[in-house]
């Protein structure tokens, strides 16, 4: 069955450029009505203006679709609870948010100023949390919500000067799994997209044939998934060049070492067992870690 999405309602912020632009486009193409959320600022944060979101409105409206545009800063939590408040009064309802909206301040660390970091970690988590919760209370009353947030491989796995981009992109991460567990039974699914596209945040990084391989449609195929009422839950899908992957955080079974043995000179000596991956899990919540850690430990006293 195709996926649609007739009769709801989408939000996606950063919509007035390439990834959000091809998500908006996408969305109202298989039937949603779209809000265009767009501040309109460079790369780097700088300037702004509502020129990008109402191009992607039109080309929306050009197609047969139903669209609006909206400027709100996404760091701003009374700006997107204005954005909300504004999709309500026109459609009645949000069904799904794609937190799409960013912007780069890269540098090494050590030349990186706490301004460009703070900022960086403002528009990407707190951007991505205001937005959350902005429409959070309103998919609870419905019983009904789909929840993007765009992660990155350089906050699973690093990137040289991106350590303000690849710590909020982590933490997004984090957002996701603790919100998955809080909107669970009111059918709210969140999941993060993990994109690799040839978008004007990597101009003069890739080679002109990479970029050409890199479409942001191939990443749009992968973020209509997040968006379906069959979504996934808690899933960090990568896509990119028309691949598509899974990314898992997993934990060792790991070991346990008696009172008198829990010195510093045990652990680096067990590194070999710590690390091995034999009997790994995906852990689904917080206090999965700590049973794990007491049932071993009340295992070892209740035997001694």
């Not at 020129?51 to 545009?69: K, Y």
């Not at 949390?129 to 609870?140: D, G, S, Y």
């Not at 050409?212 to 191939?218: D, G, Q, R």
């Amino acid at each position: 069955m195709k996926i649609r999405y007739d009769g709801q309602v989408a939000i996606v912020t950063g919509a007035g450029n390439g990834l959000g632009r091809s998500h908006a486009l996408a969305l109202a193409e298989r039937g949603a009505k779209v809000v265009v959320n767009d501040l309109g600022g460079a790369v780097d944060g700088s300037g702004s203006s509502s020129d990008a979101a109402l191009q992607t409105v039109r080309l929306i409206e050009q197609a047969g679709g139903e669209a609006i545009s909206n400027d709100a800063n996404v760091a701003d939590f009374a700006q997107v609870e204005a954005m909300v408040a504004q999709a309500v009064e026109k459609w009645g309802r949000v069904d799904i948010l794609v937190n799409n909206a960013g912007i780069l301040r890269d540098k090494s660390f050590v030349k990186m100023t706490m301004a460009d970091f703070q900022l960086v970690v403002d528009v990407h988590l707190m951007g991505s949390a205001n937005c959350t919760k902005a429409v959070w209370e309103l998919m609870r009353g419905q019983g009904y919500g789909r929840v993007v947030m765009t992660t990155s491989s350089s906050g699973m796995y690093g990137n040289f000067g991106q350590a303000n981009y690849g710590a909020a992109k982590m933490a997004v991460v984090g957002l996701m799994n603790t919100l998955v567990l809080e909107g669970d039974k009111y059918d709210i699914k969140v999941n993060c997209l993990s994109p690799t596209a040839g978008t004007r945040m990597l101009d003069g990084l890739l080679t002109d044939e990479a970029s050409a391989i890199l479409t942001v449609e191939s990443v749009t195929t992968g973020l209509l998934t997040l968006c379906d009422n069959d979504a996934p839950n808690r899933t960090i899908l990568c896509a990119g060049a028309g691949g598509y992957a899974r990314t898992h955080i997993y934990e060792t079974n790991g070991i346990f070492l008696a009172p008198e043995d829990q010195t510093p000179e045990n652990v680096r000596a067990n590194m070999d067992s710590i690390e091995n991956t034999d009997d790994q899990k995906i852990l689904v919540g917080g206090f999965q870690q700590t049973d794990k850690f007491v049932a071993k430990a009340s295992a070892y006293f209740k035997n001694k």
